[in-house]
């Protein structure tokens, strides 16, 4: 049964939004939503993070 996913965190600067949802796993499924409207899809916020800091789109995220 799949949850909707729940709103965490918005960046001050507004460049992304970020989703955190529950799997049958028991896993958190992180993912971030640019500005353009692009969904990036991590499973650890480390992750997240990383691909978030080397990505152009979150420039000072």
Known sequence: MAA??????????????????????????????TVDGAVMDWVTWQEAIASCKATANFGRC
């Open 4 to 33: 909707e996913p729940t709103r965490l965190a918005t960046s001050p600067q507004g460049h992304f939004r970020a989703y955190g949802q529950l799997l049958a796993a028991k896993t958190l499924r992180i993912q971030i939503e």
